[in-house]
């Protein structure tokens, strides 16, 4: 919580117990013969300490920025009226339901606020997640500095396998770096003196110094909760009408208010004080129901506490109006590697041609061990060889690699390297060479991620239509999209191709239209698609930065928990609005009838909890939204 948000509550719980106080003296202390002046003294004390703020908040929404119908104005007409009919008769404390109405619609504001920092403090969890620590070098020595401290200049010392945490060039040291999460390609990059690095790059060999060029206020992390925290501008459906409906909805319930208390004495002929009062109690009364801060506090904090339950459930959401957009959704389109699949390839099948399996398996093995290749640590693993036996190891870029082996030579690569003859079909496939003889082949295939399976037939029994949008050769991509029961596969599309397709798809117009993706290549897509969602945890600072939701941990099941939230949100949001109407609308009519009889009076704290007492339900409603629990 900010520290200027709980000074606030502070100081606002200790006017509330003050104030709750003079109360009860006012009403137990107070000698009855000088209850007429004591107690009026102390209730205004009371008065003004626990609503200073909303007076003042009122004269000025009249004075300077010209708008009379407000919630602040309301309750000091409903207060001062309160106040006002003293006269009505003393058993009725009429003094005390005038500090009430504004005490427990102060109570109101202070839990929505409670419930609006506990909603952030989830999402500030949900985004340390993505923060860590690196080594930084000062003066020689290392020491660790969390990443959101990072400032340009700072040298950070970033060694094999370790994650690069910020943006910079790199001052010396030499390796290489795995980009896929920024260009989808799973070539490593080699990096030297004067070469910049990315925040979100792997380190896979060698070490480096790099200094920093960013702060951490430029980074992803930094944009993402600033986006997340306000997301008024993407407001949701119910958030607009909400603002609409306050907009008429106030003026025309001050106008009812009016003529109920002018209209029926006027009516019914009687210029008695008594009944004028009783008709001008009512008015007060229909004032205090009407506000409709149950509704305009609680609805979007329905939507927010929205936003901090996806956030618990590690998936960020840049605005509530995506809610409305994912209850609409009738069609998802997934990129392939790197947002089903993992990027890490596994053997397959070795086909060997005059050699046996294994012996080719140790030769390919022996042949790779000095290679950087993503592929090359599956080939590597495959087989047991004597390092002390390798000679002569040569790479051609493009085409493959080579060295000499127990005295044999070697080549994996490419068909044409090998001189073998490219085989179509499912997978990538290396081709093997000994002593320039064609020996084989082996076929590898991408590893889909252990969340995939569950996203689509997650997805389908919703009744949404799934795509796979990929670049990938056909039989690989109608591999996958077999394995996974997906509807649609589209394969070897380039970029503006997928632009393409979506745009089809969206011009359809029967409902909302996803697109998945990680990389930078997917963030054209991710832009065009009414809802925009990136796998975040080593995604393309491209694809998250335009993406409308994002995935921390990169799991494509979390698809399926962020509609289940926005179904969640918007069932919530609808539940707070009727349940308001019904009780305001129920009170206004009790509050009339008990007028027309003539017998009683609705006594008007019951109108301050059938407003302040009923918002503070309906925010605690909301607040347990953040609490829920997403079934798989």
Known sequence: MEEDSKKEIIALSIRAVITITLILIGKLWINEDFSWWGNLIIMLSAYFIIGYDIIIEAF???????????????????????FALRAYGPEHNEYMEG???????QIGEMFEDLAEEKSKDAITKAIDLRK????????????????????PGDIVVVGNG??????????????????????????????KEGDKVVSGSILKSGS???????????????????????????????????????????????????????????????????????????????????CPCAIVISVPLAYFSGLGLASKNGILVKGAGYFDKLEELKKVAFDKTGTLTKGEFSIKEVTPVGVSKDEMLEYVAAAESNSTHPIAKSLVSSSKFDSDQIEEYVEEAGSGVGCVYKGHKVKVGKASYCNGVDIEGVGARVYVSIDDKYVGYITLVDQLKSGSKECISGLKEKGITTYIVSGDKKDNALEIGNELGVDVVKYELRPEEKVSFLHSLIDEDDGSVAYVGDGINDAPSIVLA????????????VAVENADCVIMNDDPSKVVSLIKVAHKTRNRAAFNIAVSLIVKFAVM????????????????????????????????????????????
């Open 99 to 105: 500090v009430l109405v504004i005490l427990l619609y």
């Open 60 to 82: 000025k929404s009249i004075f300077i920025e010209h708008e009379i119908f407000n919630e602040c104005m309301l309750m000091l007409l409903a207060s001062v009226g309160a």
């Open 208 to 290: 480096l110094k790099v200094k920093v060029s960013k702060p951490y206020s430029e980074s992803t992390i930094a944009k993402l909760l600033d986006l997340v925290e306000n997301s008024a501008e993407k407001k949701s459906k119910a958030t607009r009408f909400i603002t609409k409906f306050s907009k008429y909805y106030t003026p025309i319930i001050t106008f009812l208010a009016l003529l109920v208390a002018i209209v029926p004495p006027l009516f019914l002929g009687i210029s008695s004080s008594k009944v004028w009062a009783d008709w001008i109690y009512t008015a007060l009364s229909f004032l205090v129901v009407s």
């Open 530 to 541: 009414d809802v925009g969602i990136a796998m975040g945890g080593l995604g393309s600072d």
């Open 162 to 191: 370790m994650k690069v945490l910020c943006d910079g060039v790199v001052i010396s040291g030499s390796g290489e770096t795995d980009e896929s999460s920024l260009t989808g390609e799973f070539i490593l990059i080699s990096k």
């Open 589 to 632: 009519i009790l509050a009339v009838i008990a007028s027309i009889m003539g017998t009683w009076s609705l006594p008007l704290f019951v109108a301050v909890l059938a407003d302040s007492g009923l918002a503070m339900l309906m925010i605690l409603s909301s607040l347990l939204l953040g609490f829920s629990k997403i079934k798989k």
């Open 132 to 151: 860590d620590k690196a080594n930084v070098e000062i003066n020689g020595k290392i020491i660790e500095k969390e990443s959101e401290k990072l400032i």
